[in-house]
Nanobody, 123 residues
């Protein structure tokens, strides 16, 4: 059983920064890829960024490239999403996700989800 708990976010002014954290309750954190999705009101859920189990492979959506950075600390069972130069369009609920590493999984589906944390970009 994998439990993911997000923290961070809240109200941020345009152009500001914040960092989301996701702590995973799992025996071997390094057995999992980690990622972040977001869902804005009236919009479909979209992937924002992902990082492989070793940290060697990272993906960042074009909409946030150059502004958001994903990272992980396997010693702390924690994944991070550093969000800079925030825009009102970044307002959404952000979800931490996990899936088994490529050499351990049979499907690429992100099958573990956190409860989500709200990020609101507004002055």
């Amino acid at each position: 059983q994998v439990q993911l708990v997000e923290s961070g976010g809240g109200l941020v002014p345009p152009g500001g920064s914040t960092r989301l954290s996701c702590v995973a309750s799992v025996r071997l954190f390094s057995n999992y890829d980690m990622g972040w999705f977001r869902q804005a009101p009236g919009k479909e859920r979209e992937i924002v960024a992902s990082i492989s189990w070793s940290g060697g492979t990272r993906y960042v959506a074009d909409s946030v490239k150059g502004r958001f950075t994903i990272s992980r600390d396997n010693a702390k069972n924690t994944a991070y999403l550093q969000m800079n130069s925030l825009k009102p369009d970044d307002t959404a609920v952000y979800y931490c996700v996990a899936r088994p590493a490529v050499h351990l999984r049979t499907t690429p589906v992100w099958n573990h989800w956190g409860q989500g944390t709200q990020v609101t970009v507004s002055s």
